[in-house]
């Protein structure tokens, strides 16, 4: 194997490793998620599923672990949001015509 290819395969390979942390991720937080909301409804409540109006105990976990989750999510998929990408490419052409008009500015001074 050529040292480019060797390195694209190990770039893939990290990729996959990201991909597959973020599923299993995804997965756990799923599972215990509904462990809890079914704990929540039939053991603390006495066994009823009535319709009291849910607290906000009940809905800390899969809160913040989600915002855990979300940015985990947004940094294995990153590659996907051509938005931020394309913001960024921008931005780097526009300071770059900035100093370029302001070297040009200085230029004409000489």
């Not at 290819?5 to 998620?33: C, D, M, P, R, W």
């Not at 599923?49 to 809905?59: A, T």
Request: hydrophobic share 40%; proline share 3%; charged share 30%.
């Amino acid at each position: 194997m050529e040292p480019f290819e060797n390195e694209q395969y190990k770039k893939a390979q990290k990729k996959v490793k990201e991909l597959k942390g973020f599923y299993s991720h995804l997965t756990v937080y799923i599972v215990i998620n509904l462990v809890l909301l079914g704990l929540q409804l039939l053991v603390f409540q006495n066994g009823t599923l009535g319709f009291e109006v849910p607290r906000w105990s009940m809905f800390t976990t899969p809160f913040f672990w989600g915002i855990g989750l979300t940015f985990h999510g947004l940094y294995v998929f990153q590659d996907r949001f051509r938005f931020f990408k394309n913001w960024e490419e921008r931005k780097i052409r526009e300071y770059m015509e900035k100093d370029e008009e302001e070297m040009n500015k200085t230029k004409t001074w000489d």
